[in-house]
């Protein structure tokens, strides 16, 4: 046993054992004092730092409205696809796995950290889209890397799908990435980085509708961020589809007939002002924006001197030549001057002590003869009659230098001298002398191909014009507010009447008409159409009369059509940049004419394929192929083999139907081209 | 002499609040495990439990005075398995710390814990409460400093920690007068403060460690988070807790290892500020009553075992709730009786053993 000396007897001292009890109770009270300030009086901070913890948002991205044209088929699609995203929120310096990701991403890994630094100035709660339709692999790399990469997030989106080879670019516009310095915008307030907003043509201008709103899911994660519930569920309200005043047909009836040609073509009703197609060449694939387009194909694009990004329907400015001796005529007539002008055409004209040239000598003629023969001659003669002003006076009540009001962005206005507009843009008098070459289409004058058609469609109207557009509001149920935006945001001279003269309406028809049988557009007579118009050869700066097709001193090509010669239902401008004769244009517009009157023709005559016609058609080899094959839902192959002979694949059975039909169709009565009345009244 | 010990004797009460402190342990490290690979340990536990009991049980049975007669023998066995450990332990993420022998796995650390409780009651006993020289503080110093620096070097900077309330209670106790206390205080805190800022002794990292309680940012990958979790773990349960096996900070594997070293702030969590406090509450009790008994001990040696099981005790769970609260860096100290873990369990059940031990014998002579 243990017996230390002194043992027995010793005792703790009774006060040091209480001063033990006391600090003990200290210690207690400290820590009951620390759980009463986490527990009762910060608890609020911590319940959300716990939540924040545990509860992500992650976006269900809106589905984008589709787009259809006028006979509901379909033309611009989505596609599910998957994003990746870094979250900045982790507790980790995410600058270290870096180069793991841009190898497990394919990204640069340079381009990757630039990403980052654009993005330094968001809040940190933003995530930031590091790269869009990533692959099968990608995904995996992503799945196998939860635990090392936590920052790496995916999300199921959809994403457009637009027809293959440019069909209709100009006109959709794409979609991209909204930039850092929209962000910063008022107009762009409501979206957050990685958001895709229209870019260009109905996508920018119907962005709103389109977009539908974004819903989001409250998601359990835990400290890895595997997710492992969730909490709630916003539904994101789809985009609304849009009906488009397109006719698939005609666009792709125009986009051939141009081929490869620069220009534009419109197709335009001009009752109502319905576009029914909109080409410009060349073209461009809206796809390789849809996804963010690389740098080198977007220097290609910029830098490619045909411009493949213009849309030249609306945003080329070029001497409309001849087809303004259309307004001229207008002009002449109205003021009551060129009914009884008789011109002796000696190939040319001696004017303010300067001999102007003309292409042939016509000899005497009267206007009903000088418009199907474009007489430079007599139009200098009755430009030097009417005056600067008085001609501009007319031309800009027809939109002649103003924006059309088009629903698409970015609408060039065009110029139409004055001497007004000589005094504001150059501080000077008018020259007299110019005159002469405005009356020809020359000169200072700019004009947009779709600007010539709605002046020329509205004079054949009888001073009817209208504002173009590719999306009528009324079908497509918009509300008026937006409506209202709509024109608040495009202003142009719009809907509009400048009542003609019957004599000037019934003259200048006339003359038009004549031009496509026994004027300048003689060859591209169509026999059984009331096909009306008027070509233009418009000399560029700085060239001469030289006719080699598509140089750069070669004249550009214009033709304005329309079908039949009075109040008509198409209209067509036809532009080709450097192409020679306007006669060459008046080909394609002839093609396109015949393709819209065969078309209507056998949809009034046949009222069974009628039916078959307002069923939407299944056009799925209008899509460029998306990557992988199950993305390929509207997949029809065998309808691409058969309409690969083609630039475009369209719906073909009801317009080969009909091209076949045309051929083989008996004539139709005579009567019937000289009678000013639409192809639905006539039909028995 | 030898008189029979009934059982009369045990302290029940004592046994009723530790096993009413493990039974809230299993359900917690139950909760805490539920979905992580730990899952089962409870059941573990419960046989730790069973175990520590046995031990406790064997321990009452032999008289603490037999046991102060072997401790200097237990002393050097003591030292020579923690030499031992440096030769041929088991590295265990990145520390030296345990043995075998056979097919059993221990930790002589926790063991040379009990030891010291008891060597150093010897060594104050025998002094018999009058006042301390200089030299004999010193070798109480020498006693404890011995097993502390080789522990040390494992390293276990926790384990080691424990040694000193040992130390400074037995000083306490022992008699060491206010200015002896003084001297030595402001030699330790010069000593403190050299080993901080001669920048050799402790690793950057380590400091890191240790300040991150103040600034959780100084380590956010390592203890700042750990805290951070934490204190967010505790904060978010409120006044009444989320609810067994509901924490989210403890469910969604945020909380570090939320079963061992951070299980107060799971319980914390699940069982909000009530929960909290009727556990610190169990553990006032049952340390009062600890005390109660170092009062009627026979003896000044059996006093001191007493004192230096309180003294343990008290140290964990001050140092233990307050890093799970933010007062305290992370050093790896487990809370008695709650969480998880073999030698810890075993430990504490031996060390109430010997105070029980004390307290059968309060009669004896």
């Not at chain 1, 600058?95 to 394919?106: Q, S, V």
């Not at chain 1, 000169?443 to 779709?450: I, K, M």
């Not at chain 2, 805190?189 to 300040?211: D, E, H, N």
């Amino acid at each position: 046993m243990y017996f230390g000396s002194g043992s027995r007897g010793e005792k703790l001292s009774t006060l040091k054992l209480t001063v033990v009890q006391y600090g003990i109770l200290f210690m207690m009270l400290a820590l009951a004092a620390g759980l009463w300030r986490l527990q009762v009086l910060r608890v609020d901070d911590y319940r959300m730092q716990a939540e924040q913890n545990r509860v992500r948002k992650v976006p269900v991205m809106a589905g984008r409205g589709k787009l259809f044209d006028r006979e509901n088929r379909l033309i611009v699609d989505n596609y599910p696809s998957v994003s990746c995203r870094l979250v900045r929120e982790q507790n980790r310096n995410v600058d270290d796995d870096l180069p793991l990701i841009a190898r497990g991403l394919n990204l640069d890994l340079e381009q990757l950290r630039s990403t980052l630094r654009r993005y330094r100035a968001r809040p940190v709660y933003e995530p930031i889209p590091i790269k869009q339709d990533i692959s099968a692999d990608e995904q995996a790399f992503i799945e196998a890397h939860r635990n090392e990469l936590p920052e790496l997030e995916t999300i199921d989106e959809e994403r457009r799908l637009y027809p293959r080879d440019g069909f209709a670019a100009h006109l959709i516009g794409y979609v991209g990435e909204v930039s850092e310095e929209d962000l910063n915008q008022t107009r762009y307030a409501a979206y957050e980085p990685g958001d895709v907003v229209g870019k260009a043509g109905v996508e920018e201008t119907y962005d709103e509708v389109l977009r539908g709103q974004d819903g989001s899911r409250d998601v359990v994660v835990d400290s890895h961020g595997r997710e492992v519930g969730y909490l709630g569920i916003q539904h994101a309200i789809p985009g609304q589809d849009l009906k488009l005043t397109i006719d698939i047909d005609i666009q792709r009836t125009a986009e051939l007939a141009l081929g490869d040609a620069n220009g534009a073509v419109v197709v335009m009703d001009p009752r109502n002002g319905e576009i029914l197609a909109l080409v410009s060449h060349p073209s461009y694939d809206p796809n390789a924006f849809a996804v963010r387009i690389n740098r080198n194909d977007w220097n290609q694009l910029i830098e490619n001197p045909n411009h493949p990004l213009m849309n030249k329907a609306i945003q080329d400015q070029l001497a409309p030549g001849s087809t303004f001796k259309i307004i001229m005529s207008a002009a002449g007539l109205q003021e009551g001057v060129a009914q009884d002008m008789h011109v002796n055409c000696v190939g040319g004209g001696t004017f303010y002590g300067r001999f102007f040239h003309c292409d042939k000598h016509h000899g005497v003629l009267n206007i009903s003869q000088a418009i199907p023969l474009s007489c430079d001659t007599f139009f200098y003669t009755l430009a030097q009659k009417l005056g600067i002003d008085t001609i501009a006076q007319y031309a800009t009540s027809f939109g002649i230098g103003q924006k059309t009001g088009i629903d698409l962005p970015d609408e060039k206005a065009g110029v139409m001298p004055s001497t007004q507009w000589e005094m504001k843009n150059y501080h000077q008098k008018y020259y007299a002398g110019n005159t002469i070459s405005v009356g020809i289409g020359q000169g200072e004058t700019q004009v947009t191909p779709l600007q010539l058609a709605r002046a020329l469609g509205g004079i054949a109207s009888g001073g009817h014009f209208v504002r173009p557009h590719l999306v009528d509001p009324v079908a497509n149920k918009l509300s008026p507010e937006f409506q209202q935006g709509i024109k608040d945001s495009f202003p142009g001279s719009g809907d509009k009447s400048v009542p003609l003269n019957p004599d000037t309406w019934m003259i200048i028809t006339d003359g038009m008409a004549a031009a496509t049988t026994t004027g300048t557009a003689a060859a591209s007579h169509l026999e059984g159409i009331d096909f009306a118009g008027k070509t233009g050869t418009a000399q560029v700066v700085g060239g001469g009369d030289t006719h080699t097709k598509g140089g750069a001193k070669t004249p550009n090509s214009w033709f304005v059509g329309m079908a039949p010669r009075r109040n008509p239902e198409i209209v067509v401008a036809v532009l080709q940049e450097h192409g020679d004769w306007g006669s060459l244009s008046a080909h394609i517009a002839a093609q396109i004419v015949t393709a819209y009157v065969n078309k209507k023709r056998m949809a009034d005559h046949n009222l069974r394929d009628k039916a078959a016609l307002d069923k939407p058609v299944e056009v799925g080899a209008v899509w460029t192929e998306p990557a992988p094959a199950d993305h390929h839902r509207h997949g029809a192959s065998g309808g691409d083999s058969v309409l690969h002979a083609g630039h475009f694949m369209v719906a073909p059975a009801p317009l080969a139907a009909a091209k076949s039909l045309a051929s083989s169709h008996p004539l139709l009565p005579g009567w019937l081209l000289s009678m000013p009345l639409r192809f639905k009244e006539e039909q028995p | 002499m030898r008189r029979f010990l009934s059982f009369r004797d045990f302290d029940w009460t004592l046994l009723v609040m530790v096993l009413a402190l493990c039974t809230l342990s299993v359900f917690e490290i139950y909760s805490a495990t539920l979905h992580t690979k730990y899952v089962g340990f409870h059941t573990k536990q419960l046989f730790f439990i069973a175990g520590g009991l046995a031990a406790m049980l064997l321990f009452s049975k032999i008289d603490y005075h037999r046991l102060l007669d072997w401790v200097p023998w237990a002393y050097g066995i003591g030292l020579l398995a923690l030499v031992a450990v440096r030769l041929v332990g088991h590295r265990v993420l990145g520390a030296k710390r345990w043995i075998s022998v056979g097919p059993v796995h221990f930790q002589p650390s926790e063991w040379v814990k009990l030891i010291l409780i008891l060597i150093v009651a010897r060594y104050f006993a025998n002094l018999g409460g009058h006042s301390l020289t200089w030299r004999e503080i010193l070798r109480a110093f020498a006693m404890v400093g011995l097993p502390m620096a080789l522990v040390l070097i494992q390293p276990d900077l926790g384990t080691a920690l424990t040694y000193t309330p040992i130390l400074v209670a037995g000083l306490f106790l022992g008699g060491i007068n206010l200015r002896q206390a003084l001297v030595l205080s402001v030699c330790g805190t010069a000593l403190i403060v050299g080993v901080w800022s001669s920048g050799k002794i402790l690793k950057p990292y380590q400091k890191a460690r240790l300040t991150s309680f103040i600034n959780p940012d100084n380590d956010p990958k390592g203890t700042g988070y750990q805290i951070k979790q934490s204190l967010i773990a505790v904060g978010s349960g409120g006044i009444w807790g989320k609810g067994a096996a509901k924490g989210t900070q403890t469910q969604g594997d945020f909380l570090p290892i939320p079963h061992a070293d951070f299980i107060f702030a799971a319980f914390g969590e699940e069982h909000g500020f009530v929960g909290a406090v009727f556990v610190l509450l169990l553990y006032f009790f049952i340390l009062m009553r600890l005390i109660q008994n170092a009062q009627t001990a026979a003896d000044l040696s059996g006093s001191l075992i007493i004192m230096g099981v309180v003294a343990v005790l008290t140290f964990q769970i001050a140092v233990n709730v307050g890093m799970v609260i933010g007062f305290m860096p992370v050093t790896g100290i487990p809370l008695p009786l709650m969480s998880y873990g073999g030698s810890s369990v075993l430990f504490t059940f031996l060390a109430l053993g010997v105070a029980m031990n004390v307290r059968m014998r309060r009669f004896v002579n």
